[in-house]
């Protein structure tokens, strides 16, 4: 897939993601990406002082088809109007491998003078339906929801998908010492299904939950 030719304004500085690029690809490029390894990324990012965009570590994948290739959420905003992007670093080799449909270029870099790095972005945001399930399907299907299992399962009453979804995911990957592995999101039967499964799986990646969720009706309960 080629990058878009068409001049798109977009809020991310190039010289901001080839910082961050630096952070991704250590030599040799070979790491699993744990949350260990998400969490420490973030704490060095921190000290970049970044000021065009805010990343979502917890967000970081590798793409399993696309050796050296990365993808992470983040958030910038546009004229005051908040944005969220995808972000693809990827080495120059694996260019042409893109998932999405007409990503828009960022820059091409040689972070550290090292492996020549493309990065591009595509929006993310939940109204961005295609692009979130090109990311679960074909990256980490980890985000979909899932059967209902016992145990450890955290019942949370959603009132309105747009605040409280996003809330009930941030939430639960911060309380690191609770038990609750599983959530189980029940939204009113007047909430559009597809806009509150895209809700969702845009939360969790956001959040980065991979411990599993389902999402049910009210009604039924």
């Given at each position: 897939?080629?990058?878009?030719?068409?001049?798109?304004?977009?809020?991310?500085?190039?010289?901001?993601?080839?910082?961050?690029?630096?952070?991704?690809?250590?030599?040799?490029d070979?790491?699993?990406?744990?949350d260990?390894?998400?969490?420490?990324?973030?704490?060095?990012?921190?000290?970049?002082?970044?000021?065009?965009?805010?990343?979502?570590?917890?967000?970081?994948?590798?793409?399993?088809?696309?050796?050296?290739?990365?993808?992470?959420?983040?958030?910038?905003?546009?004229?005051?109007?908040?944005?969220?992007?995808?972000?693809?670093?990827?080495?120059?080799?694996?260019?042409?491998?893109?998932?999405?449909?007409?990503?828009?270029?960022?820059?091409?870099?040689?972070p550290?003078?090292?492996?020549?790095?493309?990065?591009?972005?595509?929006?993310f945001?939940?109204?961005?339906?295609?692009?979130?399930?090109?990311?679960?399907?074909?990256?980490?299907?980890?985000?979909?929801?899932?059967?209902?299992?016992?145990?450890e399962?955290?019942?949370?009453?959603?009132?309105?998908?747009?605040?409280?979804?996003?809330?009930?995911?941030?939430?639960?990957?911060?309380?690191?010492?609770?038990?609750?592995?599983?959530?189980?999101?029940?939204?009113?039967?007047?909430?559009?299904?597809?806009?509150g499964?895209?809700?969702?799986?845009?939360?969790?990646?956001?959040?980065?939950?991979?411990?599993?969720?389902?999402?049910?009706?009210?009604?039924?309960?």
């Amino acid at each position: 897939m080629k990058l878009s030719t068409t001049p798109i304004e977009i809020p991310l500085k190039p010289s901001e993601a080839a910082a961050l690029a630096e952070l991704l690809f250590p030599d040799p490029d070979n790491r699993p990406i744990t949350d260990d390894v998400r969490d420490g990324l973030a704490i060095r990012a921190a000290e970049l002082g970044l000021s065009s965009f805010h990343p979502y570590f917890a967000s970081l994948e590798k793409d399993s088809t696309q050796p050296g290739t990365y993808y992470l959420m983040v958030d910038a905003a546009l004229h005051g109007a908040p944005q969220t992007y995808l972000l693809r670093f990827a080495l120059a080799s694996a260019s042409a491998g893109e998932l999405f449909r007409d990503p828009i270029h960022i820059g091409r870099m040689r972070p550290a003078g090292e492996r020549e790095v493309v990065v591009s972005a595509v929006p993310f945001r939940p109204s961005d339906r295609e692009n979130i399930r090109l990311f679960t399907v074909e990256v980490d299907r980890s985000f979909l929801p899932q059967p209902v299992r016992s145990g450890e399962a955290a019942a949370i009453e959603i009132m309105n998908p747009d605040l409280d979804i996003p809330a009930a995911f941030a939430n639960a990957a911060a309380e690191l010492e609770s038990k609750v592995r599983f959530l189980v999101l029940v939204v009113p039967n007047r909430v559009d299904p597809e806009h509150g499964l895209a809700v969702a799986v845009w939360s969790a990646i956001r959040a980065g939950w991979r411990s599993g969720y389902s999402i049910e009706s009210a009604s039924k309960t």
